[in-house]
């Protein structure tokens, strides 16, 4: 069932009736009818494509605080994604201290996130989904993957969760990446049995390991209001470097620009007027692979949880190619109107839309659901296990404080001198003086492989690992970034230089001020290791029981100190910005 717009806004108008946040300062105080205009997108042309990526198995609204760091390195220096804070809204348009400013920035972040409420939810997500296609006939809703993973139900139910809720949600293509952590059966059934006849699970790049065989379709071709549209999918090519390998043991993956364009020209073979890459490549090698393929329209990105208000339009051999990215936690929703006419594009139309609970009433169906997916779970989700007095977040190039809290807690439970944890971008956000759930950890950890570790270390290992972490962030060529942001650590300090060459980015490593000695050996926790032995090493651990414990005997949690490196070279890069 789809909302009018007149059913949509009386929605709104029985919202504010009953309460709803709708005064925020600059929140659109004429009422109802000034939020319904944050979501009132006419429509334009005839083929519509719907977005949302990285949601991370978040079923109900969140905090989520963006970044404050997201360095662009080589080429990709001062352009989106790298801008933060004021530099975003001034590239962008938006005025400061307005609903969208908080919404794509983490300026002012803990006032505003007090004001506007919380972000995202499927029950809202889903009114706003209806609420697009009511007035876009035939539209496709695109899920770009890192969906079945991010919570304690999705781990619980194998993914079950985010299955059920996309379906109800009327998702029509996804491609995926954390969803291969299930391991390749699992990701088989779904495919084969839940989503058989509903959803499109499409992966040009991913290819069994003996005859290169296609492993899942690699496009999927749709007629809209006369047009025939392609989607191409493109699933995370480093799934098995930057995840267990032994979780997808005969499937390969890659960027393969070359069998891309051979999709690409196949699908305009077969008529299609619009394409569009559904991709988790992550958006600087988005933007170079739209430079290298030719005709493909727009690119529809994830896995970076870049929240970019505009495409960036690339050049290359075939003309012009729109390249975008959606976020993350459901907290926003893409949505791309072509003009198509004579058989030729003749203009866009792009807007994220982000989704502000308090704005958007929760859908009563999938409220519902959502509600029965929860119900066996809610009470060990909502153990209370400490209070915290600062804000808990995770997000930016090095460090968050949620990722600190871990550390901090790895160090002291495992007895370890220094403490490392993965630069994984997804986690909620926590506002200061709320209560630290069962939930929220695993929000920050629930992996089918967050075993916690305690590995002994030469300081030369130390350094290696750190350096090869750095080149896989900051390497100036996009296709040797392997996902991720900085290994978060504990205990030890360090320099970096992101524009030095590979292996000589860190600099000045330190615990409790001494140098680290090369060949001195430390005893360093960590969790979620790729390596197969240390599964095996681990005795079953997992590191949401030690964070667990550690946060029950704390009881009050104080602020977490940052411990950030002292970056060398970034003066006047876009991409840092006070926090």
Partial sequence: MSLSRREFLNVLAAASAAGMALDAPDA???????????????????????????????????????????????????????????????????????VEAHAFTYLDFEQ?????????????????????????????????GDTWQGSGTALWTDG??????????????????????????????????????KVDFVAQNVKTTDFGDAVFAPYTLREMNGVKVAVIGQAFPYTPIANPRYMVPDWTFGIQDEHMQKMVDEVRGKGAQVVVVLSHNGMDVDIKMASRVRGIDAVLGGHTHDGMPAPVIVDNAGGKTLVTNAGSNTKFLGVLDFD???????????????????????????????????????????????????????????????????????????????????????????????????E???????????YSTLTEMRGEMIKTVLEDVADNLFNPDPYYQQGGDMVRVGGLTYAIDPNAAAGSRISDMRLKGQPIEAGKTYRVAGWAPVAEEARQTSGGRMVWDDVAAWLRDKKVVTPRRLNTPRIIGMDGNPGIAAS
């Avoid at 929220?440 to 967050?450: F, G, M």
Wanted: hydrophobic content about 40%.
């Fill in 340 to 438: 198509v006419r004579g058989g030729r594009i003749q203009g866009f139309q792009y807007r994220l839309l982000p989704v502000f609970a308090n704005f958007l009433p929760a859908d009563a169906q999938m409220d519902a659901l959502v509600k029965r997916i929860r119900a066996p779970y809610e009470a060990k989700l909502g153990e209370r296990l400490a209070r915290t007095e600062g804000l808990l977040y995770r997000r930016g190039n090095f460090n968050g404080t949620f990722d600190q809290l871990i550390v901090d807690a790895l160090m002291e439970v495992r007895g370890a001198d220094l403490a490392f944890s993965p630069g994984f971008r997804w986690g909620t956000s926590l506002l200061p003086n709320s209560d630290i759930l069962m």
């Fill in 440 to 450: 929220h950890v695993l929000d920050q950890t629930a992996t089918t492989y967050s």
């Fill in 28 to 98: 659109l105080a004429a009422g109802p009818d000034a939020a319904g205009r944050l979501y009132d997108l006419p429509r334009f042309g005839n083929v519509h494509l719907l977005h949302f990526t990285d949601c991370h198995a978040q079923l109900r609204p969140v905090y989520f605080r963006e970044p404050n760091v997201n360095l662009g390195i080589g080429d990709a220096n001062g352009r989106m994604p790298h801008l933060v804070g004021e530099r975003l809204l001034k590239h962008v348009g938006i005025r400061p201290g307005t």
């Fill in 160 to 197: 079950q969760d985010m299955v059920d809720a996309c379906v109800a949600l009327g998702v029509d293509v996804m491609t995926a990446h954390w969803e291969m952590t299930l391991g390749a059966d699992r990701v088989q059934q779904i495919v084969e049995k839940d989503f058989k006849g």
């Fill in 112 to 144: 505003a996130a007090r004001s506007y409420g919380k972000v995202g939810g499927f029950a809202h997500l889903a009114t706003l989904v209806k609420r697009m296609r009511a007035t876009r006939p035939g539209a496709i809703l695109c899920d770009g």
